[in-house]
């Protein structure tokens, strides 16, 4: 953890783990969330894009809210005990630039471990999506 607020986040997904340890019986589903955005938010986005490294705090993602609630109801209706994770985030990134150009040029030297898709977002959504069936429906490119 980099800061207090991941810290206290990271102790309750521990806390989550020893008390479905504790109580086999109990489904805890933590939902990560990417930072939530509405609609009204999208118009700042383009200007995002005159220097990256603002945004690089969580890899140029964001959640739609409506999105997240999507998440939400899915986690809820997941029938399932014990403690899981996942993160949630819009399908795209905040940025209007390419991903690998944003990692060139703030992350230079990182070998990248899969391709990148040209503005697909940087965060694994991918067990979001296997497991609770998650499927992003909004962009801020189709509101601004």
């Known amino acids: 953890p980099e800061s207090v607020y991941s810290l206290v986040k990271h102790l309750e997904e521990q806390l989550a783990i ?13 939902l990560r969330f990417s930072n939530v955005m509405d609609p009204e938010d999208y118009a700042e986005f383009p200007s995002y ?5 603002l945004r690089k705090w969580n890899l140029w993602g964001y959640i739609d809210a409506r999105d997240g609630a999507q998440a939400i109801r899915r986690a809820l209706e997941w ?5 899981d994770r996942f993160i949630i985030a819009a399908a795209d990134t905040v940025m ?3 991903n690998d150009e944003l990692v060139a040029e703030v992350f230079p030297g990182v070998p990248l ?9 940087l965060l694994s959504i991918d067990k979001a999506r296997r497991i609770l069936g998650y499927a992003p429906q909004h962009s801020w490119r189709d509101e601004v």
């Open 18 to 30: 020893e008390l479905v340890r504790w109580h086999p019986e109990l489904s805890i589903t933590a």
């Open 49 to 53: 894009d005159v220097d990256a490294r």
């Open 113 to 121: 471990k899969r391709e990148l898709g040209v503005n697909d977002t």
């Open 79 to 83: 029938d399932t005990t014990g403690f």
């Open 96 to 98: 209007s630039r390419p």
